[in-house]
């Protein structure tokens, strides 16, 4: 192969990379940001659902008290594939649900 033939390939090879390499780090990153989106959901709505069966009153409603009343089962990251601290909770302000996590 003469150097023009090994400096074009090698040209391509570069553009293809330079173009593939973020493109998968944002189709990772956005599938990670699904995961943890699609889990917090689901903990808010049974912190949701005891508020409005009138059984968590409290501002602040953690998972072991989720799990001890059978509103959820265990939840566990779904990246890491460990379970939340029991302590994290759900904090509710003007019917306004937001999870922290406690690490």
Do not use: H, W
């Amino acid at each position: 192969m003469t150097t023009n033939k090994i400096t074009i390939i090698g040209s391509i090879i570069v553009v293809i990379l330079i173009i593939f390499i973020p493109t998968t780090y944002q189709v990772v990153k956005k599938y990670q940001n699904n995961l943890y989106k699609v889990t917090n959901e689901k903990i808010i709505e049974a912190a949701k659902k005891c508020y409005f069966d009138d059984v968590c009153l409290e501002e602040v409603i953690t998972l072991k008290f989720l799990y001890e009343n059978n509103y959820l089962e265990k939840v566990s990251d779904p990246i890491s594939k460990e379970y939340y601290n029991e302590l994290s909770y759900v904090k509710r302000v003007d019917n306004k649900f937001t999870f922290v996590n406690i690490d």
